[in-house]
């Protein structure tokens, strides 16, 4: 029997003129654990140019004139609404995932849009993230190498839709282990919708949990924590560095 998960709401039926409300459950995490790879340089474009997101998208036009590269830097701007977008010190951190968006796309992303995704527990966060580095190294066969990640924690306090609380027959393609294809149009369908973005079972660490959070504003601005980094060995990852600890640590 799946264990009771404090803030679920049930189910509701379809409404009179066919809405169909989402199972949803408040997500109040004091640390929200995220990883990404060190090696893309801080961005600190949102936390300079002004206060007021509101006129982010002049000010960046018109410093563009200047700075050609800060095209780069600036991302995809135009996705994030100014109402949704946050500012102040780390704030890049939450914009980036944004702005400069995987056109590979991801569980919850087709690639035209982008999700930050984060874990309530770092040994979830780390099971993720050495899944898909692992798939990335095999997929362009690298050869035996090692990545410094960063590791990222905020808090989170929002409302999410609960996919742990759909049908069993909905639930489970979106939580395949090996594909995307009805996750992906999922998420499009929400998103276009207007949902937030979705608190989920991870897939990689049994008894986890994620978010796929669909807009800045609905998380915490994160501090740096850590690095670590990941070995990948030619065939998979086997052991990652804990900078911190400063020790090896095996994975099953």
Known sequence: MPQERPGLKERPSPDADGADDRPTLRVAWPQ?????????????????????PRVWDALIELEQLTNPRLRDEAGEISLVPPE?????TNASWVMAAFTHINRAGSRFSNGRFG????????DTAIAETVYHFGRFAADAADPPRREDMRV????VDWTFEDIAALPHDIKEPLLDPSSYTRSQPYAVERHEAGSDGFVYPSVRHVGGECIAAFWPDTVGVPIQERHLQ????????RRYFDYSRDVW???G
């Open 84 to 88: 949704r977008r946050v500012s102040g």
């Open 249 to 251: 640590i095996n994975l």
């Open 32 to 52: 929200a654990w995220r990883i990404i790879a060190s090696r893309y340089p801080p961005i600190d474009l949102f936390e300079r140019v002004s206060d007021d």
């Open 230 to 237: 990941y070995e990948w060995d030619g065939a998979r990852v």
């Open 152 to 155: 990222l924690v905020g808090s």
């Open 115 to 122: 999700v930050y995704y984060a874990a309530a527990a770092l």
